[in-house]
């Protein structure tokens, strides 16, 4: 049995293009527009600290953070960023909230940012503002040290 061929006209090979190419291109928007990145609100810091210090500080305020950890039950780790390097990694972590930040020894400046662990468990924001207030006192014990709070 031997298939009929379609004659079709150039306005009609026109027609079918433009047809393929609008479901063509509404995939692909389809597409793109379902691959968008989604932040998660566990990643938007609630608030900002800064602290700053002398040079001669950079022990203490490292023993000061030891404290803190201690006292709100965080796991905490510093460690250098680049091995020989003046800048440091600072992370602080349990099950509800973080404390992520850097300590760049050249400006004597500590940024750190807290933020929820997890989204699905968002902690109220006094619980940031009472955490922030105990982490003040302990780095009002170094000489000099100043301390910013941003939301």
């Given at each position: 049995?031997?298939?009929?061929r ?13 047809f ?9 928007s389809?597409?793109t ?15 900002l600290?800064?602290?700053?210090i ?33 800048h440091?990694i ?49 780095i ?8 910013t709070?941003?939301?």
């Amino acid at each position: 049995m031997l298939a009929k061929r379609i004659r079709l006209s150039s306005s009609e090979w026109l027609v079918v293009g433009l047809f393929l190419g609008v479901l063509v291109g509404l995939g692909v928007s389809r597409i793109t527009m379902e691959e968008k990145p989604k932040i998660n609100p566990a990643d938007i810091p609630r608030r900002l600290v800064t602290v700053t210090i002398d040079q001669n500080q950079q022990d203490e305020l490292f023993a000061q953070l030891q404290k803190f950890a201690e006292k709100w039950q965080y796991a905490i780790r510093i460690a250098p960023a680049v091995q020989g390097n003046d800048h440091f990694i600072v992370d602080l972590w349990r099950i509800d909230m973080k404390v992520i930040g850097v300590y760049l020894g050249a400006s004597r400046e500590l940024q750190v940012a807290f933020s929820y662990t997890e989204s699905r468990r968002p902690v109220p924001d006094q619980h940031f503002d009472e955490e922030i207030d105990d982490l003040k006192s302990f780095i009002s014990e170094i000489p000099n040290a100043t301390f910013t709070v941003s939301k």
